[in-house]
T-cell receptor, first 111, second 113 residues
């Protein structure tokens, strides 16, 4: 099965810092990419889609590098409320079964 | 109220018992999914449905069955629960032709003793 890999962390980052993490995927035919956020014991929620041209939403920037087969998420001016697990999701095609979730990167913002 | 509702939210049962997890949605989406999440393993797809009475196996369907008798409802059954089915179960919906975004329910935590 085609894999989606993430560094599980935890990333311990001081409040106000910038943090970035990557997600690699193995299927070069992957079609669409997403970052989801999951708080402890809660359901995942879409943070942002990742477009070929990159995507920025406030303090969050997502990038896609097709040549190297990874996507990235950059968080600027991190807040305590950014503490969560960030899930990388890759649609490798083939309907619902094409959605592959990474295991998540755990981020802890420290005061 | 949540757009995707799962019941029960928590359940403890014994090995061999039949368990049903229910999912209902008010989003009007045609596609529905069941995932399980285990520590260190991430989210894995159990079954999915693109329409009423359409059923498709996911990555880990063994030991599970589903029913989609109405667009708004998708139920997951464990015919004879076993301890390694202890997990957090999520129902999700999406709309065909949409962005691919999944909308998750709040999860059902199942413990099989």
């Amino acid at each position: 099965r085609k894999e989606v890999e993430q560094d599980p962390g935890p990333f311990n980052v001081p409040e106000g810092a910038t943090v970035a993490f990557n997600c690699t995927y193995s299927n070069s035919a992957s079609q669409s990419f997403f970052w989801y956020r999951q708080d402890c014991r809660k359901e995942p929620k879409l943070l942002m889609s990742v477009y070929s041209s990159g995507n920025e939403d406030g303090r969050f920037t997502a990038q896609l590098n097709r040549a190297s087969q990874y996507i990235s998420l950059l968080i600027r001016d991190s807040k305590l409320s950014d503490s969560a697990t960030y899930l990388c999701v890759v649609n490798q095609g083939g309907g619902a079964d094409g959605l592959t979730f990474g295991k998540g990167t755990h981020l802890i913002i420290q005061p | 109220d949540a757009d995707v509702t799962q019941t029960p939210r928590n359940r403890i049962t014994k090995t061999g018992k039949r368990i049903m997890l229910e999912c209902s949605q008010t989003k009007g989406h045609d596609r529905m999914y069941w995932y399980r999440q285990d520590p260190g393993l991430g989210l894995r797809l159990i079954y999915y449905s693109f329409d009423v009475k359409d059923i498709n196996k996911g990555e880990i369907s063994d030991g599970y069955s589903v029913s989609r008798q109405a667009q708004a409802k998708f139920s997951l059954s464990l015919e004879s629960a076993i301890p390694n089915q202890t997990a957090l179960y999520f129902c999700a919906t999406s709309v065909s032709g949409g962005t691919g975004e999944l909308f998750f329910g709040e999860g059902s935590r199942l413990t099989v003793l």
